[in-house]
């Protein structure tokens, strides 16, 4: 079958190759000069395999009243008048009880576990470099009170590959040295030894190219401009080079998705949530992390990418504007300098943001839409790269009549 998927990020990319595997003839449409340069470019780095959580929890409320109207919180809701973006606060909002959290956690480690296998046999069947790490992810707290409770939150699950080890500052300074100048900031660690990090950008790009290998065509510098509908049926996509037929068309535009769905009546509740990230040259300097690191109180992940430590984090609904506010990008580093001051040449950061393609339970849309020959496979908000490769082995069976190997409750389409 001739498949056209939309979008060249770590998403479409993924689905493209696993499409490919599963002998169809795939043509992947992407706007940019290659893959992975939007929201793939340079995220945190972390594959969550292990911690994949919905942002939506029930501390964010607090967090929202906690910081508000200060232009560094870790979430900040620049409201404005558009209706989309009100009704999608109002729903994430309402995702925030216990209940809804558990739910999509749940449904979260069911695809970020099964995506995490598919992602190490890819990497070993393509033999993928991409900076990848795997000492662990350690996550910092700054009180003993939200130490226990992450640690309560996260034992309370039956199974028992989630569960971290708890360990105090002394520990975490003699596997991590390069904590030893900010060990009395806090108050103990969860180390999640299972979660890996890495460069998102490299590793898609490598997907792309074992993709290519494969037979599928990738055309750059190609823009979407709508997708084609026959009846009942898609039978393509108009582009600034004119029409490209397919017999099923997978969504992967990312942010961008909602905007062409909505023009055939299909509704999704995505919205862009931008985030930032600053990328430290370390050369020369002993000071950065060897693992990952995830400071809770500010919602911030950090990662050593080859010669590189990047940060990142934070949340702002500001619609599609990508620019860059140099207040939250200050905070990252200042940040990032507090906890280690020798990591690198601050002065040489490279900055960057890109809007999240966030559904109010954080959980991706995967499936057939009520068009027969449409597919979604976007939505993956804070957590894509983790579920990318998950996501797109689902897509491959859905769109081959086959039954994906894990239970979509909780990430079908039709769940809005
Ligand atoms: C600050 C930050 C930190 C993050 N950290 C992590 C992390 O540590 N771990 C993790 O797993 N995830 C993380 N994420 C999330 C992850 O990066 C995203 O979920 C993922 O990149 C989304 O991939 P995508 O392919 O859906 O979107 P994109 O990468 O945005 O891909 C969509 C593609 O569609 C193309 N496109 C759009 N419109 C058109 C058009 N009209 N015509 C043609 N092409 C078009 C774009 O150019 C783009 O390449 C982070 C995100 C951010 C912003």
Avoid at 46 to 58: C, E, K, N
Avoid at 120 to 143: C, P
Avoid at 299 to 319: D, K, N, Q, S, Y
Avoid at 380 to 408: E, M, N
């Amino acid at each position: 079958m001739k498949v056209l998927v939309l979008g060249a990020g770590v998403v479409g990319t993924a689905a493209a190759y696993y499409l490919c595997e599963a002998g169809h003839e795939v043509t992947v449409l992407e706007r940019q000069p290659g893959a992975g340069l939007e929201t793939s470019f340079a995220n945190g780095g972390i594959v969550s395999a292990y911690t994949a959580r919905p942002w939506a929890s029930p501390d964010v409320p607090k967090m929202l009243l906690k910081w508000f109207g200060r232009q560094d919180a870790p979430y900040l809701f620049r409201l404005r008048a558009d209706f989309r973006q009100w009704a999608w606060a109002l729903r994430f909002l309402r995702q925030c009880t216990t209940e809804r959290f558990e739910q999509s956690r749940a449904h979260s480690l069911r695809l970020s576990t099964y995506s995490y296998e598919c992602f190490k046999a890819v990497r070993q069947a393509e033999a993928i470099d991409y900076d990848q790490r795997s000492e662990g992810v350690i996550h910092l707290f700054r009180t003993a009170k939200e130490l226990d409770s992450a640690a309560a939150e996260e034992t309370s699950l039956a199974d028992e590959r989630f569960h971290p080890q708890a360990i105090d500052m002394a520990r975490c300074v003699e596997i991590e040295p390069a904590l030893a100048q900010s060990r009395e900031r806090y108050a103990g660690a969860l180390l999640f030894a299972q979660d890996e990090t890495g460069d998102a950008h490299k590793f898609t790009v490598a997907l792309a190219g074992a993709a290519a290998r494969k037979g599928v065509e990738f055309r750059y510098g190609v823009t979407v401009r709508r997708l084609l509908r026959e009846g009942a049926t898609v039978s393509g996509a108009e582009t600034d080079r004119g029409p490209v037929l397919a017999d099923a068309t997978v969504m992967s535009l990312g942010s961008y998705s909602p905007l062409f769905l909505r023009q055939l009546g299909v509704r999704v509740p995505i919205y862009p949530l931008k985030g930032y990230s600053i990328t430290i040259p370390t050369a020369g300097h002993d000071g950065a992390p060897l693992h990952g690191i995830h400071d809770g109180s500010y919602r911030l992940v950090m990662c050593r990418i080859g010669e590189r430590l990047r940060a990142a984090g934070t949340a702002e609904l500001a619609g599609y504007n990508r620019e860059l506010t140099a207040r939250r990008l200050q905070g990252i580093l200042d940040a990032t300098m507090a906890i280690f001051p020798s990591c690198g040449d601050a002065s040489k950061a490279e900055t960057w943001a890109g809007l999240r393609p966030m559904t109010p339970d954080c959980l991706p849309l995967l499936g057939q839409t009520r068009y027969r020959n449409l597919y979604l496979d976007t939505g993956h908000g804070s957590t894509g790269w983790t579920y990318a490769c998950g996501s797109g082995r689902i897509i491959a069976d859905i769109v081959s009549g086959r039954a994906p190997a894990i239970d979509l409750t909780g990430l079908a389409v039709d769940r809005f």
